[in-house]
């Protein structure tokens, strides 16, 4: 097991927002942390009262959000419009090349989120959209899976070989997650504190475990994690 710590990663203060990147992303670059497989964003966003992104293209990407407080209306160029609230997924199929825009309409509450990027496993698909919600049961204690390819267990659709988990973690509360032949893990603690493997995370930390390993997660102080489980 690999950890990777929070004050390891990349910053960007833009004022109205304030971003830290797991890996090299904009003007942020480490040829050592450009990506994990087929993962290659997870930046972690706080977004400014009445303010936001504004209208800018992609192409031939995944991009998952997972609101974590407040909330970010959505528009993009397929003609789709919502509302992104905490416990909520997001999946936006950017393919042969959308156009969206994400803001944050309150006047008091910060926005935060996690955006995350994972290549397809091929690119020219069609643009598409998907959003669901996770309920805070169905995530504590356990590791509910939220993205995977086949959309299993009412999970959003990612066109890649991944398995995407979220899981809340209090005090007393354990989950295993054993990973098949060949594949491997990063793990992401998005809040609070859990213990991964016997070593304590706090949030921002992550941790990348190889093949043939396991997830082990012993809750903490309000800890929130996602799991990739990846080819």
């Given amino acids: 097991m690999q950890i990777r710590r929070s004050g390891e990663r990349g910053y960007a203060d833009h004022g109205w927002l ?18 994990f497989r087929a993962l290659r964003v997870i930046n972690d966003d706080r ?11 992609h192409q031939n990407m ?3 959000t997972y609101m974590l407080d407040g909330a970010i209306e959505h528009k993009d160029s397929m003609g789709n419009g919502s509302v992104i609230r905490p416990g909520e997924v997001q999946r936006m199929s950017a393919g042969t090349g ?8 309150s006047k008091a509450d910060v926005a935060h989120l996690l955006q995350i990027w994972i290549v397809p496993d091929k690119s020219g698909y069609e643009p598409s959209y998907e959003q669901k919600a996770f309920s805070r ?33 209090g005090q007393g509360d354990e989950a295993r997650y054993e990973l ?6 990063w793990v992401h603690v998005a809040r609070g504190r859990v213990e991964l493997n016997g070593t304590a995370l706090e949030a921002g930390d992550a941790a990348a475990i190889g093949p043939g390993g396991a997830v082990e997660l012993r809750g903490g102080e309000a800890g929130e ?5 990846l080819a």
């Fill in 18 to 35: 304030q971003s830290f990147h797991t890996f090299s992303f904009a003007n942020y670059y480490d040829p050592e942390h450009m990506g």
């Fill in 47 to 57: 977004v400014a009262p009445a303010r936001g992104f504004g209208k800018h293209p």
């Fill in 62 to 64: 995944e991009i998952v």
């Fill in 98 to 105: 959308v156009f969206h825009s994400e803001f944050n309409a």
């Fill in 137 to 169: 049961e169905e995530r504590s204690g356990r590791l509910r899976l939220v993205a995977s390819r086949d959309g299993r267990e009412g999970s959003v659709t990612v066109h890649q070989d991944v398995s995407v988990l979220a899981g809340l973690f």
């Fill in 180 to 185: 098949a032949a060949g594949r491997h893990a």
């Fill in 225 to 229: 994690v996602l799991v990739f489980d």
